[in-house]
Every structure is written in structure tokens, then in C-alpha cells.
């Protein structure tokens, strides 16, 4: 890997590791100040998170693309950094939680998009793994200091040597978490600039709504784009429902607090790095369409939860679950990126993709909640999870099929960009 390659993981990592632990911070804080909604709530924090990635996603692809992606990233983690204090302020935590978001929004196509402007094509699954697996263990030791933030002894260790203003420990806890975000921002400074050229063709809102109207159009279009991105869209919708699962499923089935049941998404998290790692030595970009029926699998190992009462029968089963999903996620997510820089370029196309796979998030998730506030068991919640995750990925496989019927889209996945994309942008004026 390059030079600065790895300064990008430890940026990624530190920045990762505050988001996760947040969140559990986070929930802690709804448990505090609004017990009697918190089931339903809860679900609806990952859902104002990834609001941005909606509302916004027009304008940060451009915004990525507009300077040098280290500097994005520096600004994004300030603004995460900002969201934690008007959570400790008292601001309502969902509207708070939203500002984490739009950090998370604009800081996503950086993290991503340099990638493919540092890197070679052949690289980007390794480098996916890369990312992957610093995500996931970002994912599993936050979950993890999360849960011991708030818990309570900790938690009243923490208040006494806190600020005068920390009255709670949910509070005391995302004081500490922020210096996760400042560490991230330190790496962010000695990120290298790649030398790519940074102008954009135009700032009127009007004109970057177009543009990516028709990128997400372009995409769509694309017989190996449609399906990376319809799969990696049902991948994070599910993945993101899938932390609120656990946490209910272990509450009911095992008996689990909070604090300890974030154990449990570690152990997801786990093997969805070795996974991560699996696909990076066994699959090429070329092969990537050949792992699309492990997503079926993986909806029958999601039901078989609701049978598992004991301990030592979920951990090896949550972790086979997270070895299928890095496996699964990883080649398709290098497929999208190359097919999306190679159509029209790393921020929009990583932008693009935060759109679609954001809006899988928040139906998702709106759903669960909507469950939640039904009052529907968890183990029906997770049957009717797991029969959808196994019907989608069988429609993705029937369109894949029949595109492929139509002629061979292998051969669209190739080393070189062509010579024109298309576009609405304007020529640029030569300075």
C-alpha cells in the first residue's frame, strides 16, 4: 500500500471508535431522560443519523470532491465533535444525534473516495478490507468502551472527575468519547494529499442536485452498478437494523443489560473482520457477483436466532453471522466503488451510494421502530427481518441473471477508466 495508506485507517479508526461508542452513550441517555419511550426511540437514533446521508447527499459528494480529502475529513470529525457537546448541553438527543449525522454524512465519500484516488483498481478489495476491519474493530472496542462508560460504576467514577457541568453518566461518558474525535482529527492532519484536481464544475445548488440526479441515475443504469448497490443497500439497512436486534434479542432471550449486551454486537463485529479478511485473500474484484448467494444464507441464520437461549450457542452463531457479512459485504463494496469512480468519480459515486444505502437504513430501521412501538415480539421482529434479507438477496440474484443473460457484464469490470465519463458538467476552463 502506498504511503499515507495507513494514516487514512487510524483516522478511520479513532473517528469510527467515537461513533460507536456514542451510540450506546447515546442510548443511555434516552434510557435517562425518557424511559417510557426508549424501545421505540431507540431504533430512531440511528435513523436521524443517517438522515443527512439522505437530505444532503446531493451537495457532500461535491463537497468531498471540492477539496483535499484529509481536510474534509478534519472538518467532518469537528463537526461529529460539536454534535457531542449539544448532546452533553441538553439538546433533545435525537436532534443532537442528527448532527453527529451530517459530520458522518460529509466525512463518508473522503474516507471512501480517497481510496480510489490513492490506490490502483487492483488494490481496492485488500483496501476494503482494510477499512472494513478497522471499522469493525472501531465497532467492537467502541461498543464495548461504550458499554462500560455507562455503566455504573464507571459511570459515577467518571462524574466525579468530569467537569462541573457532567451531571449523569450517559453525560460523562460521550465527554470522554469526544477525545476519540480529537485524536481522529490529529491523524487527519498527515493524511497526503494525492494531487488530484480539486475544483468543482459549479456551486449552485440547483446545478449539484442535477448532477446527482443523473449520477444516481447512471449508476442504476449500470448492469454490475444496479446490483453492487442494491446489495450493499440491503446489506447496511439490515446491518444497522441488526445492532437494535441484538440489543433487544439479548435483553429477552439472555437477559442481558445494556452494558452487557454490547458485548454481544463486539462478538457481530468480530466476525465480520474475519470475514473481511477471508474475502480479501479469496475473492477478486472479477468474482465478486459469485458471493451474492451468501446474502440468502444469511437470512436463514438470522431466524435461527429466535431458538438460541444460552450463551455459549449465541456467541459462535453471532459470529459465523458476522463472518458471512463481512464476507459478503466487502468484494461488493469494491465492485461499487470501482463501477462508481469509474462512471463518475470517487466522491459523487461514494456519495451516491450513501444515498441509496442510507435510505435502506432508515426504512429499515423506521420499520423496526414501528414494530417496537407495536409492541411485536423481537423473535417476530427477527422472522419477518430474516424472511426479507433472504427474498431481496434471491431478486438481486434473479436480476443478476437475467442481465447476464442479456450478455456478459464481466467484461465491464476492467482496470482502466474510460477515456470520457458522462456527464452534465460543463468543460473546465483551463486556468
Known amino acids: 500500500m502506498k504511503h499515507g495508506f495507513y494514516t487514512i485507517i487510524a483516522a478511520q479508526f479513532f473517528s469510527s471508535l467515537a461513533d460507536n461508542a456514542l451510540l450506546i452513550a447515546a442510548i443511555a441517555l434516552l434510557?435517562?431522560?425518557?424511559?417510557?419511550?426508549?424501545?421505540?426511540?431507540?431504533?430512531?437514533?440511528?435513523?436521524?443519523?443517517?438522515?443527512?446521508?439522505?437530505?444532503?447527499?446531493?451537495?457532500?459528494?461535491?463537497?468531498?470532491?471540492?477539496?483535499?480529502?484529509?481536510?474534509?475529513?478534519?472538518?467532518?470529525?469537528t463537526i461529529k465533535f460539536g454534535g457531542c457537546l449539544l448532546l452533553i448541553f441538553g439538546m433533545h438527543p435525537l436532534a443532537a444525534y442528527a448532527v453527529v449525522g451530517l459530520g458522518a454524512a460529509a466525512y463518508s465519500p473522503a474516507k471512501y473516495g480517497i481510496l480510489t484516488e490513492l490506490l490502483p483498481p487492483k488494490q481496492l478489495v485488500a483496501a476494503n478490507s482494510w477499512i472494513e476491519g478497522a471499522t469493525v474493530a472501531s465497532i467492537i472496542f467502541g461498543a464495548s468502551i461504550g458499554g462500560a462508560l455507562v455503566s455504573d460504576s464507571i459511570g459515577q467514577f467518571l462524574i466525579s472527575i468530569t467537569p462541573p457541568f457532567i451531571h449523569s453518566v450517559a453525560d460523562a461518558a460521550m465527554f470522554i468519547i469526544m477525545f476519540g474525535y480529537v485524536i481522529a482529527a490529529v491523524f487527519n492532519v498527515f493524511i497526503p494529499n494525492t494531487g488530484v484536481d480539486h475544483r468543482i464544475p459549479s456551486k449552485n445548488?440547483?446545478?449539484?442536485?442535477?448532477?446527482?440526479?443523473?449520477?444516481?441515475?447512471?449508476?442504476?443504469?449500470?448492469?454490475?452498478?444496479?446490483?453492487?448497490?442494491?446489495?450493499?443497500?440491503?446489506?447496511?439497512?439490515?446491518?444497522?437494523?441488526?445492532?437494535?436486534?441484538?440489543?433487544?434479542?439479548?435483553?429477552?432471550?439472555?437477559?442481558?443489560?445494556?452494558?452487557?449486551a454490547t458485548y454481544l454486537q463486539a462478538v457481530v463485529a468480530g466476525g465480520v473482520a474475519v470475514g473481511a479478511v477471508l474475502?480479501?485473500?479469496?475473492?477478486?474484484?472479477?468474482?465478486?457477483?459469485?458471493?451474492?448467494?451468501?446474502?440468502?444464507?444469511?437470512?436463514?441464520?438470522?431466524?435461527?436466532m429466535i431458538f438460541v437461549h444460552h450463551l455459549?450457542?449465541?456467541?459462535?452463531?453471532?459470529?459465523?453471522?458476522?463472518?458471512?457479512?463481512?464476507?459478503?459485504?466487502?468484494?461488493?463494496?469494491?465492485?461499487?466503488?470501482?463501477?462508481?469512480?469509474?462512471?463518475?468519480?470517487?466522491?459523487?459515486?461514494?456519495a451516491v451510494q450513501n444515498f441509496n444505502e442510507n435510505i435502506g437504513v432508515l426504512v429499515m430501521v423506521s420499520l423496526y421502530a414501528a414494530m417496537m412501538h407495536a409492541d411485536i415480539s423481537v423473535n417476530v421482529a427477527i422472522t419477518i427481518f430474516g424472511c426479507f434479507l433472504f427474498v431481496i438477496t434471491g431478486l438481486i440474484i434473479i436480476k443478476h441473471a437475467r442481465n447476464q443473460a442479456r450478455g456478459d457484464s464481466l467484461h465491464l469490470i476492467g482496470m482502466e477508466k474510460p477515456k470520457e465519463r458522462p456527464s452534465l458538467s460543463p468543460p473546465r476552463q483551463k486556468p
Open 31 to 77: 434510557t435517562e431522560t425518557m424511559p417510557d419511550d426508549a424501545s421505540w426511540m431507540t431504533p430512531l437514533l440511528r435513523g436521524t443519523f443517517i438522515l443527512s446521508y439522505v437530505l444532503f447527499a446531493a451537495f457532500v459528494g461535491a463537497f468531498a470532491d471540492a477539496m483535499p480529502k484529509g481536510r474534509v475529513m478534519l472538518i467532518t470529525n
Open 205 to 260: 445548488p440547483l446545478f449539484l442536485v442535477r448532477e446527482f440526479s443523473h449520477c444516481v441515475l447512471l449508476l442504476w443504469r449500470d448492469r454490475l452498478g444496479q446490483i453492487s448497490l442494491a446489495t450493499t443497500t440491503l446489506f447496511w439497512g439490515a446491518g444497522a437494523t441488526l445492532q437494535f436486534v441484538v440489543l433487544d434479542w439479548a435483553a429477552g432471550a439472555l437477559g442481558y443489560s445494556l452494558s452487557k
Open 279 to 304: 474475502a480479501a485473500k479469496l475473492v477478486s474484484l472479477r468474482n465478486s457477483v459469485k458471493i451474492l448467494p451468501l446474502g440468502a444464507v444469511m437470512g436463514i441464520v438470522v431466524i435461527a
Open 312 to 350: 455459549r450457542i449465541a456467541v459462535p452463531l453471532l459470529v459465523l453471522l458476522g463472518v458471512m457479512s463481512g464476507f459478503f459485504v466487502v468484494p461488493m463494496n469494491a465492485l461499487l466503488q470501482h463501477r462508481g469512480h469509474v462512471l463518475m468519480g470517487a466522491g459523487h459515486s461514494i
